[in-house]
């Protein structure tokens, strides 16, 4: 069992930054992969980014390409989503999630690849 902890969202000016964090309960964090969602109101909740067991694959929507940027410290059970160049568009609650297997494919697209989810923390971009 995992439990995840988002925190660091708020509100924040076009252009501006924040960083998330995703703080995981047990011992087995480092053998999982992990993923950031986000889900604005009244639309389904879609793939941010995804990051392997060790940080060495990481993937990107291309709606946030270049500007975000995901990481991991497995000695601190804590998972990052650095996001630069915030757009109102980027307006969302941002959910962290933990899948049961410790590599990225074509799968971490998907929410039904992950096995537990955060809470979620709203980010605010206003224009």
């Known amino acids: 069992q995992v439990q995840l902890v988002e925190s660091g969202g708020g509100l924040v000016q076009t252009g501006g930054s924040l960083r998330l964090s995703c703080a995981a309960s047990g011992r087995t964090f480092g053998s999982y992969a992990m993923g950031w969602f986000r889900q604005a109101p009244g639309k389904e909740r879609e793939f941010v980014s995804a990051?392997?067991?060790?940080?060495?694959?990481?993937y990107y929507a291309d709606s946030v390409k270049g500007r975000f940027t995901i990481s991991r410290d497995n000695a601190k059970n804590t998972m990052y989503l650095q996001m630069n160049s915030l757009k109102p568009e980027d307006t969302a609650v941002y959910y962290c999630a933990a899948c049961a297997a410790p590599n990225t494919g074509s799968y971490s697209y998907y929410t039904g690849s992950y096995n537990y989810w955060g809470q979620g923390t709203q980010v605010t971009v206003s224009s």
């Open positions: 990051i392997n067991w060790s940080g060495g694959s990481t």
